[in-house]
T-cell receptor
Framework: AQSVTQLGSHVSVSEGALVLLRCNYSSSVPPYLFWYVQYPNQGLQLLLKYTSAATLVKGINGFEAEFKKSETSFHLTKPSAHMSDAAEYFC????????????FGSGTQLTVLP | EPEVTQTPSHQVTQMGQEVILRCVPISNHLYFYWYRQILGQKVEFLVSFYNNEISEKSEIFDDQFSVERPDGSNFTLKIRSTKLEDSAMYFCATNPAASTDTQYFGPGTRLTVL
């Protein structure tokens, strides 16, 4: 079955440290890939997306993600964490053959320590 | 910037009652979606809607659920006879046309079934 896996339900980093949130998908055909962020009591906001153009994708708020077909991964990174980055992050995928249905990972709660 | 709006923000209902959740899509968008997030779980796709008909639905979207766009602006999700397990955050999303287009999410409606 096609699925999305986010390793680590909770990640803590110090302010200024590297942020790395992991996402892997299971599919033999490269899908469309998205990262969304959810701040407390708010909806989902798109950070960035991969739709078969450049494999390194830059998004808002200094985030970027690299699509690695050989590893079926789309990890999210940010060189230097800021307190305002504390939120829940969701990797989401549109698999081939699923039209427009987003399949979400279970989410990673990012805590930024002062 | 245009945004998706949802009403109400919080709905409390008794088990067995009907509820209608409302969404106002971004004006030039053609595809509409409902997702739900049970507390502590991942965001799940319910249904997609285009040209006044359902284009895709998940196994969650059974006969107790229905969607419509009654007046050409609002997009509604109706749950005919609510169950305790329907308690969740329900998100509406919309996108313009292409399958690779970003889905823009509303802030959600928190449904509590007592």
């Amino acid at each position: 079955a096609q699925s999305v896996t986010q390793l680590g339900s909770h990640v803590s980093v110090s302010e200024g440290a590297l942020v790395l949130l992991r996402c892997n998908y299971s599919s033999s055909v490269p899908p469309y890939l998205f990262w969304y962020v959810q701040y407390p009591n708010q909806g989902l906001q798109l950070l960035l997306k991969y739709t078969s153009a450049a494999t390194l994708v830059k998004g808002i708020n200094g985030f970027e993600a690299e699509f690695k077909k050989s590893e079926t991964s789309f990890h999210l990174t940010k060189p230097s964490a800021h307190m305002s980055d504390a939120a829940e992050y969701f990797c989401a995928v549109i698999f081939s053959g699923s039209a427009r249905q987003l399949t979400f990972g279970s989410g990673t709660q990012l805590t930024v320590l002062p | 910037e245009p945004e998706v709006t949802q009403t109400p923000s919080h709905q409390v209902t008794q088990m067995g009652q009907e509820v209608i959740l409302r969404c106002v899509p971004i004006s030039n968008h053609l595809y509409f979606y409902w997702y739900r997030q049970i507390l502590g779980q991942k965001v799940e796709f319910l249904v997609s809607f285009y040209n006044n008909e359902i284009s895709e639905k998940s196994e969650i979207f059974d006969d107790q659920f229905s969607v419509e766009r009654p007046d050409g602006s609002n997009f509604t999700l109706k749950i005919r006879s609510t169950k305790l397990e329907d308690s969740a955050m329900y998100f509406c999303a919309t996108n313009p046309a292409a399958s690779t287009d970003t889905q823009y999410f509303g802030p959600g409606t928190r449904l509590t079934v007592l």
